[in-house]
């Protein structure tokens, strides 16, 4: 099986990934790998202001997984670009986001 350092499972049904976010962007769309240690970068059009871009990722992530966005949470990075999401969704599922990039 293939491995990308931006996707992992963690335990039997979830996937954690760690994302880039732009916020202020002029369309929500994913952007490639960004950094030496490569989060999935994020493009996200809501601005850095009262959770909005927070919830702009949520929403999105769970559109691109077609899951409900209350299945993704995030676990570090609150206020900062660099969010590590906990998505309630097994890893092989979750996986097909590696498909974006090709």
Sequence with gaps: ???FS??????DQQTLLLVYIQPG?????ISGLFGESPRLKIKIKAPPRDGEANEEVLRFIGKLLGISKSRVEILRGESSRQKDLLIDLPYEKAIILK???V
Aim: hydrophobic share 35%; net charge neutral; no cysteine.
């Design 99 to 101: 498909q974006v990039l």
């Design 6 to 11: 931006w996707i992992k499972e963690k335990g």
């Design 1 to 3: 099986m293939e491995t």
């Design 25 to 29: 962007a002029s369309k929500t769309e």
